[in-house]
Structure formats: C-alpha cells, structure tokens
C-alpha cells in the first residue's frame, strides 16, 4: 500500500505538476469577491515561479551534484563479468505498437550497453526493468533484450529480470538472478544523476556494481549554466531533480542506502 501511496503522493508534489496547481488555486480564490486580489495576487506570483523554474538554470544546479558523484567508466583492462542495465530508457507500450524501439531522453544507457558488450564479449547481461506502478502494461526488459540481439549481442549471455517496478526492486531482483559470487566485476549503467541511489541501494543488498554513468543532462560546472530557451526543458530537469534527491532522502531514512548521498 506504502508503494502505491507514494507514487500517487509524488504525482501531486512534482514541482511542475505543483506549481501548476497553485496557479489554478489562486485562480479558484479568485472567484470570489472578498478573495480576488488575493487569487490573483497568488495566480499571478506562482506563474512568475514557474516561469522562473523553468528558464532559470536552478534545476541544474540540483542535478550537478548527483552527476558529479561518480565519473564516467574507462576500461581499465581487467575482466568484466557482467553489465547491470537498469530500465527507464524505453517507452515499452509505444514500442510494441510501433513494432521498433521507441527510446526516451535516457537512451543512452542501450548505447552504452552496446559499447560495453562488445568491449566486454564474455560478460554476461542483466536487462531491470519490469512493470509499471500499478502492475499492468508491457514490461520493459524483454524489449530491449530483442533489440541488443538485433544489433548483434548473443541471446545467450542476456538475462531478463522483468518484475521490477523500483529501483529497490532493481537492486534485489538483480541479485536474485545474478547470483554474483566474491571477486566478480559488474558494471552498473543507468543515468548518472541516478547512480548515487542505484549504487547505495545494490552495496545494501549485497551486489557490488562499478558505476558507468550515462545519460548527463549538465556539463557539470557549477559556473557556466546558462538559462533555459524552453520552459518545459527547465521544469522537466526539476521534476527528475528533485524527484531524485526526495528517493535518496526516502531510502536512506528507511535503511535502504547506508549514507544520504552514496559515493565512491
């Protein structure tokens, strides 16, 4: 029930989402004559925010952090025994009707899992990502694994872990079918402003990963952000901001993530 609570509960405290609501409200108040300079007044004050929100590079610097925290992956010549791809780069539904792969603004991590098979041929591929928040719809992994296959990976070395619906779940269904045993290397690929959290949570449950962050949405200097041309792009950056910090704030005061911000 917690599960589902929560996810409802974000829907409506998603910045974009919230802010648009209080502009709604003031417009409400303002309906009423003993209350419509104050429904203006607030109308008109959460429309500035908004719009402050999303042209002003305040996502990013809410972003920077989480991105910096781990660096990118460089094959350092040692053995690879498997690649960890987390879900969330497909649109699974759009791309059963469309018949191909209908990726989202973090279709980086298939790139990079392309790149790290065939740099790695022996490792094995374990493909997270399963239902949806209310358990129904397409799963996400087995989509991908017909795509890598595709483009020349061999079907034998992918696993499918489609039950998924969190990155928790990620972590502790992962283990469940990997079964890494001491000494083995698996690399981790997901967003890197998502990698703090992915990292904390797979150390908790006992499934050590080398990160190889992808998908950055800043260039990581807090000093040469610039103003957003679109609106939506900045709020956008805010939701998964936010989003991501609220997650590392929620797992780590359950027990799930063993400090607040997960590092190398």
Known sequence: MFYYVSK???FFATPSNLLISLIL???VV???PRTRRLGIGLALA???LTA??????ISSYIIIPLENRFPPFHDDDKPVNGIVL??????AAESVARGTLVTNESGERIIETIRLAHLYPQARILISGGGTVFGEGVAEAPIIAAFLTSVGVDASRIIIE????????NAVFSRDIAKPKAGERWLLVTSAWHMPRSVGLFEKVGFPVIPS???YRTSGSFTNQRFFVFASEGLRRLDIGTKEWAGLVAYYLSGRIATLLPGP
């Open 8 to 10: 409802v509960a974000w």
């Open 25 to 27: 409200l003031g417009l």
């Open 30 to 32: 303002a309906l009423f």
């Open 46 to 48: 959460f429309a500035l």
């Open 52 to 57: 402050a929100c999303g042209l002003l590079p």
């Open 86 to 91: 987390l879900g969330g780069s497909v649109e």
């Open 162 to 169: 489609d039950r998924s619906r969190t990155t928790y779940e």
């Open 213 to 215: 962050p992808v998908d």
